[in-house]
């Protein structure tokens, strides 16, 4: 039978399934919308173009299917009016569909086109990615990033189905398993002392048998926190602790040019940092530091930044987030290793020693 968790929002649930190979089930999905004339469209990007060609093909068929260039610069206003066009040209009218299949790249930009185009289509998630699977493909977060800082643009648009497929992560290359990595300590971190404790006893690598049930931890503590917050309105926690390490690490990505660092690697210094932060406010010792440190490391991801930078240069990327509120940035901190809070108080002067702490000059 298959294996599926549903996402509960009321008139905006859906299910997310898992197995090694999905094949099947998309294959049926996109029939389905076929069978009721409605238009499929993919947009994919073109390593996943290339390496799935022949899964694409089995799935898709003759759908109409945009390739756009692989990385964090396809997140663009430019790329994203591509991707509308393309919509428009293949003649989508509102029950039209359009299936993401890539990594957190093309889900979070075709989802944000599916989100505009004609005020709203349907989309469906197929991550190829660990990153993509055991985060950005649940939780209907969608948007590009504008010049002055990252997901700047975007709209909340929940997917109609995820379907991921675990059997694509065998040819995913180890620095982007990696970075996938980061969001799976990351979710321990937040809300799993289980999860953080195996990760803890033997780092995961591709092909381990404990993959798929790791993955599907972090989609059941994602979905939690997105039903219980789906617009990351609450006030004390809620679905804005998913950003554990992520004030840092959008500094980090904003301040090096997209693509320096892959944006798993920028959190895992960002989850080193938010570590540190919790240390200096007296909420977790110098042990789980070196905890959080270890376990990060052990997954070949950076604790530290691989070269210094401004601190000024971090500070002002920090100012433009779009956390910020009044002047006052928010921070996702660690109360012990798998909880976590919202802090808004922080002096900025501690932020300051973080940043020195983790390498700045
Ligand atoms: N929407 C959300 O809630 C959310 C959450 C976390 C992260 N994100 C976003 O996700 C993005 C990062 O996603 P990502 O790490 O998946 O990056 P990505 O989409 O750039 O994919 C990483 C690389 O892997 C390649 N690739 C994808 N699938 C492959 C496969 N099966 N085999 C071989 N190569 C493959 C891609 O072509 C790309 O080069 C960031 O922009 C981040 O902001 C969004």
Same mark, same amino acid.
């Given at each position: 039978? +298959?294996?599926?968790?549903?996402?509960?929002?009321?008139?905006?649930?859906?299910?997310?399934?898992?197995?090694?190979?999905?094949?099947?089930?998309?294959? +049926?999905?996109?029939?389905?919308?076929?069978?009721?004339?409605?238009?499929?469209?993919?947009?994919?990007? @073109?390593?996943?173009?290339?390496?799935?060609?022949?899964?694409?093909?089995?799935?898709?068929?003759?759908?109409?299917?945009?390739?756009?260039?692989?990385?964090?610069?396809?997140?663009?206003?430019?790329? #994203?009016?591509?991707?509308?066009?393309?919509?428009?040209?293949?003649?989508? =009218?509102?029950?039209?569909?359009?299936?993401? *299949?890539?990594?957190?790249?093309?889900?979070?930009?075709?989802?944000?086109?599916?989100?505009?185009?004609?005020?709203?289509? =349907?989309?469906?998630?197929?991550?190829?990615?660990?990153?993509?699977?055991?985060?950005?493909?649940?939780?209907?977060? $969608?948007?590009?990033?504008?010049?002055?800082? %990252?997901?700047?643009?975007?709209?909340? /648009?929940?997917?109609?189905?995820?379907?991921?497929?675990?059997?694509?992560? %065998?040819?995913?290359?180890?620095?982007?398993?990696?970075?996938?990595?980061?969001?799976?300590? %990351?979710?321990?971190?937040?809300?799993?002392?289980?999860?953080?404790? =195996?990760? &803890?006893?033997?780092? #995961?690598?591709?092909?381990?048998?404990?993959?798929?049930?790791?993955?599907?931890?972090?989609?059941?503590?994602?979905?939690?926190?997105?039903?219980?917050?789906?617009?990351?309105?609450?006030?004390?926690?809620?679905?804005? #602790?998913?950003? #554990?390490? /992520?004030?840092?690490? /959008?500094?980090? &990505?904003?301040?090096?040019?997209?693509?320096?660092?892959?944006?798993? &690697?920028?959190?895992?210094?960002? +989850?080193?940092?938010?570590?540190?932060?919790?240390?200096?406010?007296?909420?977790?010792?110098?042990?789980?530091?070196?905890?959080?440190?270890?376990?990060?490391?052990? /997954?070949?991801?950076? $604790? @530290?930044?691989?070269?210094?930078?401004?601190?000024? !240069?971090?500070?002002?990327?920090?100012?433009?987030? %779009?956390?910020? @509120?009044?002047?006052?940035?928010?921070?996702?901190?660690?109360?012990?290793?798998?909880? !976590?809070?919202?802090?808004?108080?922080?002096?900025?002067?501690? *932020?300051?020693?973080?940043? @020195?702490?983790?390498?700045?000059?």
């Amino acid at each position: 039978m +298959l294996d599926t968790l549903n996402v509960n929002l009321g008139a905006r649930s859906y299910p997310i399934h898992f197995a090694e190979d999905l094949s099947g089930e998309v294959k +049926l999905q996109v029939e389905a919308l076929g069978a009721a004339s409605r238009r499929v469209a993919v947009v994919t990007d @073109r390593n996943v173009a290339t390496i799935q060609a022949a899964t694409l093909q089995r799935l898709f068929g003759n759908a109409p299917s945009l390739i756009v260039p692989p990385g964090e610069e396809s997140k663009s206003v430019a790329e #994203l009016g591509r991707v509308l066009d393309f919509l428009a040209d293949e003649g989508l =009218d509102r029950s039209g569909a359009v299936f993401a *299949v890539g990594g957190g790249v093309v889900g979070d930009l075709a989802g944000f086109a599916a989100a505009s185009y004609l005020r709203g289509v =349907d989309y469906y998630q197929v991550p190829t990615t660990l990153l993509a699977m055991v985060d950005s493909s649940v939780g209907g977060k $969608t948007g590009v990033n504008l010049k002055a800082g %990252k997901n700047l643009a975007g709209a909340f /648009h929940q997917p109609r189905g995820v379907f991921i497929a675990t059997g694509f992560l %065998k040819l995913l290359p180890p620095r982007e398993f990696a970075a996938g990595m980061a969001e799976v300590i %990351k979710s321990a971190l937040l809300g799993d002392r289980l999860l953080f404790g =195996d990760l &803890e006893r033997a780092p #995961l690598a591709v092909g381990d048998l404990r993959l798929a049930w790791t993955v599907r931890v972090c989609c059941g503590l994602k979905a939690r926190l997105v039903e219980a917050d789906e617009r990351e309105l609450a006030e004390g926690g809620g679905r804005a #602790l998913l950003n #554990l390490g /992520h004030t840092f690490g /959008h500094a980090i &990505e904003q301040v090096t040019g997209y693509g320096t660092y892959l944006h798993g &690697e920028a959190v895992a210094v960002g +989850l080193c940092a938010a570590a540190r932060l919790s240390l200096r406010l007296g909420l977790i010792g110098q042990a789980e530091v070196a905890r959080v440190e270890r376990v990060v490391g052990s /997954h070949f991801l950076p $604790t @530290r930044l691989r070269v210094p930078l401004a601190i000024d !240069a971090l500070m002002a990327a920090m100012a433009h987030d %779009k956390k910020a @509120r009044a002047g006052r940035l928010r921070f996702i901190v660690l109360e012990a290793l798998g909880a !976590a809070a919202v802090r808004r108080d922080v002096p900025p002067a501690e *932020v300051e020693a973080v940043w @020195r702490e983790v390498g700045c000059a």
